[in-house]
């Protein structure tokens, strides 16, 4: 679908059911075609991405440079493949690239460390398992490859019609990228914004100690933006930015005061909090039971996200005993 001239719209389908499309977009250059986000390493994906380049008279050897957001696989998956049988370049954030042999390549190390991240947050042994092992099999749809080039922020991709300048938005991930074309007053919002869901925000082992603020940060600088059009990597392209960051301050807020109630009066783990909350509300709430291991381990990270940012503003104390944490509001 051309979204406007020159800027169109795929949908890619996840080999998950129930997971969203992905939607990655092609952009028109004087020099080759830019694609932003390529999809999961299925064959369906490739199918798809082909017969939409086909519909518009295209070819993947016209696509001359990727970027991808961030390196979940459902951005990054097929990077690899479409990459080396065509030769087109990919650009990530330096710090998606120093993630993607711990995530992809030499995975022990990760598991392990998740299996401590639980186990020190109060997640019950006989959990554990199940949720540390959540998101292995989605490794088979990720063909790594790495980067041509690198940003940090700051620079300015061209396709020769559009510039679009890179903004480094953590959060989400710790190297998210978002794209900013100024003068045609385009945001490419990756996963940073979606429209109806509120992205993941969550600590995990790769997050770095204080990912929500990073988010929130994000999200105010991004507020400050002139935007009329809004890309994002699921659901569907929206208009109103400053409404939607509005939502998700409130968002945020409201899980807070929820997360402040639940620890006043007692300290409790990440995971013990997290059982407490009310999930996926928007959908009409599910109970702690009901949740899939991987959007358990999720929750557990949101929680967590929370506790220490609110610890960082010295309104949550944390304490341990026998190498696990508790966390107690102070204020
Ligand atoms: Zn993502
Ligand atoms: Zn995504």
């Keep these: 679908m051309e979204i406007i001239p020159g800027i169109y719209q795929f949908k890619l389908p996840l080999p998950i059911p129930n997971a969203p499309d992905v939607n990655v977009y092609l952009i028109q250059g004087d020099r080759g075609w830019l694609l932003v986000d390529v999809g999961w390493d299925t064959q369906e994906a490739f199918d798809a991405l082909d017969k939409q380049l086909k519909e518009i008279g295209l070819d993947f050897k016209d696509i001359a440079q990727i970027v991808v957001t961030h390196i979940h696989p459902d951005h990054y998956g097929l990077a690899g493949k479409v990459k080396q049988l065509f030769q087109a ?7 998606e690239k120093d993630l993607i042999e711990t995530r992809y ?4 190390h990760l598991l392990q460390e998740v299996a ?3 186990r020190t947050n109060g997640t019950p042994e006989d959990e554990l398992p199940s949720l540390q092992r959540a998101s292995l099999g989605v490794i088979e749809y990720v063909t790594p490859t790495l980067p041509e080039l690198t940003v940090s922020g700051g620079e300015v991709i061209s396709t020769g019609l559009f510039n679009f300048e890179v903004l480094w938005t953590p ?3 710790p190297g998210h990228i978002c794209l900013y074309e100024r003068e045609k007053r385009i945001l490419i919002s990756g996963d940073h914004i979606l429209p109806l869901t509120t992205s993941n925000v969550g600590i995990h082992p790769q997050s770095g100690s204080s990912p929500l603020d990073g988010y929130l940060n994000s999200l105010t600088k991004l507020k400050e933006l002139d935007v009329d059009l809004v890309l994002p990597a699921h659901e569907y392209p929206f208009r109103e930015l400053r409404q939607r960051i509005e939502e998700l301050f409130q968002h945020h807020r409201e899980r807070e005061a929820a997360i402040v109630d639940l620890i006043r ?7 013990q909090t997290a059982t407490e909350i009310p999930w996926l509300a928007d959908s009409g709430g599910a109970t702690w039971q009901s949740l899939s291991p991987l959007n358990k381990r999720l929750a557990v990270g949101e929680t967590l996200s929370h506790l220490e940012s609110l610890r960082g503003k010295g309104e949550v104390h944390k304490t341990h ?3 696990v944490f508790f ?3 102070s204020k």
Excluded: S
């Design 89 to 95: 370049q990919l650009t990530l954030h330096q710090i």
């Design 105 to 108: 390549i030499k995975v022990d």
């Design 116 to 118: 401590d991240w639980l």
């Design 171 to 173: 959060g989400h991930f």
């Design 265 to 271: 009066d007692k300290p409790k783990t990440a995971y």
């Design 321 to 323: 005993q026998e190498n």
């Design 327 to 329: 966390y107690r509001y």
